[in-house]
């Protein structure tokens, strides 16, 4: 028996749906350098799904003399430089399900800690409309690991987070998804996602599509709803 859809899947952008992660430590690097400083691929790593404020205060910290503004700023243009020149890198799987959903008739949001004009920008290299709506980091109060960019999006999306999966790459959007009540996939890139506590932990999206998401929120709704049961991993 066919278990049914959930109302929408909220995804993450940076590191599950596109994989741009590269393209952040290649901006961050010269950044320290120009003014003397040194980063290390482990500091890089320790940045992968911070709220760019924190980002912005740690390369303030390494000796990036500009405010958290202007540093985000010349980020954000640099990821998209790189993204204009080689094109807009997606994860295995991901724009495979994201054109089952749609034809699945489930709603999407993205749900990034990028600015919006770059969440928008990679939208709209999508040759379909992938998302219902975005909700970016200009868009929220309390960034990730808080659970308000999720609740944000199912509200805007007019659902019950209980009724949603989000899909994330590292430990705070787990965090955030988990916090937030949506039943929560892992799918690990940079940084392992062991022991967070996701809901399930897939290597890909490969081959995966709207029907193995229904099978992941059905399984573990009752779960996040009421939760009396043990978690699961997988």
């Known amino acids: 028996m066919t278990s049914p859809a959930p109302a929408a899947v909220l995804w993450d952008m940076d590191g599950t749906l596109v994989d741009t992660e590269p393209f952040w430590m290649a901006a961050e ?20 799904g911070l709220a760019l404020e924190d980002s912005a205060r740690l390369l303030q910290n ?11 700023a010349h980020l954000t243009d640099e990821v998209l430089r790189q993204l204009a020149v080689q094109g807009v890198p997606f994860r295995p799987g991901a724009r ?52 308000d960019p999720y609740l944000q999006a199912a509200e805007a999306l007019g659902v019950d987070i209980l009724d949603t999966v989000a899909i994330e790459d590292s430990p705070n959007g787990l965090r955030s998804a988990l916090a937030s009540g949506a039943v929560t996939l892992g799918v690990p890139l ?45």
Request: hydrophobic residues 50%; charged residues 20%.
């Open 62 to 72: 390494a000796g990036v003399p500009w405010g958290v503004d202007e540093i985000i």
């Open 96 to 147: 495979e399900m994201l054109a089952d959903l749609k034809r699945a008739g489930v709603k999407t949001a993205l749900v990034t800690m990028s600015m919006r004009r770059m969440a928008l920008s990679v939208v709209d290299l999508i040759d379909f409309p992938a998302f219902d709506i975005v909700v970016a980091g200009d868009d929220v109060a309390r960034p990730k690991p808080h659970p």
């Open 190 to 234: 940079m940084v392992s996602l062991d022991e967070i506590g996701a809901h399930a932990l897939w290597p890909s999206l490969d081959g995966r599509g709207a029907a193995d998401l229904a099978a992941l929120h059905a399984a573990h709704a009752p779960i996040v709803a009421t939760a009396t049961e043990p978690q699961e991993t997988r």
């Open 29 to 48: 690097t010269p950044l320290v350098e120009r003014f003397g400083g040194t980063w290390s691929h482990a500091q890089a790593l320790g940045m992968v």
